[in-house]
């Protein structure tokens, strides 16, 4: 959870002293992370010259010394074992653990094996910076070289909010100062892992503060987009696990809006754990701050939208994304929001956000909107 904001955090706010080497898509896993290093697309796994192209190029750049100074990559995982292979080929100066939260779940079963599997990145790292309010204590303890970072609870790295500003501080020193104002919480957790790893490699309060300012919003994680009637849409499209949503939600509830309208997709991927994960969803949400609740999916629409009904919101159950962005064109409010968030197969929440647009140019900043991605929607869905 958190993982691709973080890491254009990371590289945004590590560009303002370093030369910076990243990649803003999903090259999280052992064939694509080495791609990042030289800036490399994947060639299709059928085409040999292509790879032995990548090898040369690859070469090339190592033999007319290596332009950058920082790489930061994102490591990916859907099951047990996965993070323990990248140590075939990588040593990593600092690894950030952005949380331990249930996700996976069909794979994993249980948290204790998620947080694992998260952890066993420590054994490729010199040092381990983690999320204090979203990792358990008791999956830290033993972490050699440790440090932490949080906004709940005390650590190596805090950030304290009042009256719309934002201090980040560490052994009572400040970092860095911020307006809140249209910050959300994961954003926060973003800037602060991101001011915590910039102050580790040296860069001045200056720097981290100009390091953030620089920090661009991210494709499907909170992102503010204009909505119809002057309304306020946060995507949330990419992806969607119980702790992400209940942030989500968290945060929507701080906002100010005479229309709070939350669109709820399904969570996938949790196993046995789905019934009751989407009911601790349900029973989430709040009727003195929701105008209206929208779910999208199976186990979305059979055990969250009941759970909320029972707590007192009205809900509305759909199965194509595209039949709700048509359902709330007609009654958003001026300065509505609208907290858009779901999984990707079966929901692909991002095409209700299209439908709701003030400008249909932002589709360009929506997920999963290549030719591939639209033709599998075209097939999943009919308008």
Same mark, same amino acid.
């Given at each position: ?35 990042? $290093? ?7 796994? $059928? ?11 690859? =070469? ?6 290596? !332009?950058?100074?920082?790489? /930061? ?23 950030? /653990?952005?949380?331990?939260? #249930?996700? *996976? ?66 052994? =009572? ?68 696990? #119980? ?15 005479? =229309?709070?309208?939350? /669109? ?13 994960? *989407? ?9 003195? =701050? ?7 999916? !199976? ?6 939208? #009941? ?22 064109? #007609?009654?958003?409010? !001026? ?11 079966? /929901? ?36």
């Amino acid at each position: 959870m958190g993982k691709t904001s973080t890491k254009l955090a990371l590289a945004s706010t590590l560009a303002a002293k370093f030369k910076v080497r990243h990649q803003e898509g999903n090259y999280n896993d052992l064939v694509t992370v080495p791609l990042v $290093f030289f800036g490399e697309t994947t060639p299709s796994l $059928f085409n040999p010259l292509a790879w032995l192209g990548v090898f040369w190029r690859n =070469q090339k750049q190592i033999n007319n010394n290596y !332009p950058y100074e920082i790489v /930061v990559l994102e490591l990916g995982t859907d099951g047990p074992g996965q993070i323990s292979r990248f140590s075939s080929y990588l040593k990593l100066e600092m690894a950030v /653990v952005t949380a331990i939260t #249930p996700e *996976h779940m069909e794979f994993f079963g249980t948290l204790d094996a998620v947080a694992k599997e998260e952890m066993a990145v420590s054994n490729l790292s010199t040092i381990v910076l983690a999320n204090k309010d979203l990792c358990d204590e008791k999956y830290l303890t033993g972490v050699y070289d440790l440090l932490t970072y949080g906004v709940e609870r005390a650590a190596d790295y805090r950030l304290t909010t009042k009256a719309g500003k934002a201090i980040i501080t560490t052994e =009572q020193t400040e970092l860095a100062e911020l307006d809140t104002t249209e910050k959300t919480d994961p954003e926060l957790y973003s800037i602060l892992a991101a001011a915590s790893v910039a102050h580790k490699f040296g860069l001045r309060a200056d720097e981290i503060e100009k390091g953030i300012e620089a920090i661009k919003p991210v494709p499907g994680r909170m992102r503010r987009l204009k909505g119809v009637n002057k309304s306020i849409i946060i995507d949330e499209t990419y992806n969607a696990s #119980p702790d992400a949503v209940k942030m989500a939600l968290a945060s929507l509830y701080k906002m100010d809006s005479p =229309q709070k309208i939350a /669109v709820l997709g399904n969570m996938n991927e949790l196993g046995a754990s789905s019934e009751e994960e *989407h009911r601790r969803i349900g029973e989430f949400c709040d009727p003195k =701050q929701l105008s209206l609740v929208l779910t999208l999916g !199976p186990d979305a629409n059979k055990y969250l939208a #009941p759970a909320a009904e029972a707590k007192g919101c009205k809900v509305i159950t759909f199965d194509n994304p595209y039949t709700i962005g048509d359902y709330l064109k #007609p009654i958003i409010k !001026p300065k509505a929001i609208i907290l858009i968030k779901g999984s990707q197969n079966r /929901v692909f929440a991002e095409e209700a956000v299209k439908v709701l647009l003030a400008n249909s140019k932002d589709e360009s900043k929506l997920v999963r909107q290549s030719p591939q991605w639209l033709r599998t929607k075209e097939k999943a869905f009919k308008r």
